[in-house]
């Protein structure tokens, strides 16, 4: 079936722009996170949602991040007045469940590549 | 302060050799581990895992193992073949009151034929 699907693929804004990124999990699966992943950095944990619970949003870097996720599955990622430490490729991961060991592996996404100029 | 490391940015094997990947962790609260592989211009893709309740777990040509008192865990390819040539991230999950995994920076893999 099909795999974790996002948009834009790639994105260059100006500095002080707004940008939204997209993110379609796998049909069926709970559990929906955003990373970024910096030049030559690991994977940083930015925001989980699960079901229907408040999502977890202790990894968003300032308050100029925001994730909604509709109707339990598509989700946006939104950065508003961007700034150049802001580009990165930006990876969203969904997983059948929240449960470790029984579904809990996430299943990524391609990423957006954001760069902001 | 990074609570997941890999320290070595590169590894390179010779096909049909063992390639060893390591990553230490500091939080004892971490209860479950995963290794993930990612090509360019691809997410990464989950490969194995491992539970704190375990010290090794083998899927094929992979293996798990970890050492709890160490805080360390090592994925082990054998034998390595060239499309193993990847990035290979560490990551481990503890339950805080959420749902997060820490990654480790990730080791670059090259598999020489």
């Known amino acids: 079936g099909a795999g974790v699907s996002q948009s834009p693929s790639n994105k260059v804004t100006e500095k002080g722009k707004d940008v939204e990124l997209r993110c379609d999990p796998i049909s069926g699966h709970t559990a929906l996170y955003w990373y970024r992943q910096s030049l030559g950095q690991g994977l940083e944990f930015l925001i989980y949602?699960?079901?229907?619970?408040?999502?977890?949003k202790s990894g968003l870097p300032s308050d100029r991040f925001s994730a909604e996720r509709t109707g339990g599955s598509v989700s946006t990622l939104t950065i508003q007045r961007t700034q150049q430490e802001d580009s990165a490729v930006y990876l969203c991961?969904?997983?059948?469940?929240?449960?470790?060991?029984?579904?809990?592996?996430?299943?990524f996404g391609p990423g957006t590549r954001l760069t902001v100029t | 302060d990074q609570q997941v490391k890999q320290n070595s940015p590169s590894l390179s094997v010779q096909e049909g050799r063992i390639s060893i990947l390591n990553c230490d962790y500091t939080n004892s609260m971490f209860d479950y581990f995963l290794w993930y592989k990612k090509y360019p211009a691809e997410g990464p893709t989950f490969l194995i895992s491992?539970?704190?309740?375990?010290d090794k777990n083998e899927d094929g040509r992979f293996t798990v193992f970890l050492n709890k008192s160490a805080k360390h865990l090592s994925l082990h390819i054998v034998p390595s073949q060239p499309g193993d040539s990847a990035v290979y991230f560490c990551?481990?999950?503890?339950?805080?009151?959420?749902?997060?995994?820490?990654f480790g920076a990730g080791t670059r893999l090259f598999v020489k034929a």
């Open positions: 949602f699960q079901g229907n619970s408040a999502p977890d």
């Open positions: 491992i539970s704190s309740i375990k």
């Open positions: 990551a481990a999950l503890a339950y805080t009151g959420g749902f997060k995994t820490i």
């Open positions: 991961a969904s997983s059948l469940t929240a449960v470790l060991g029984r579904g809990g592996e996430q299943y």
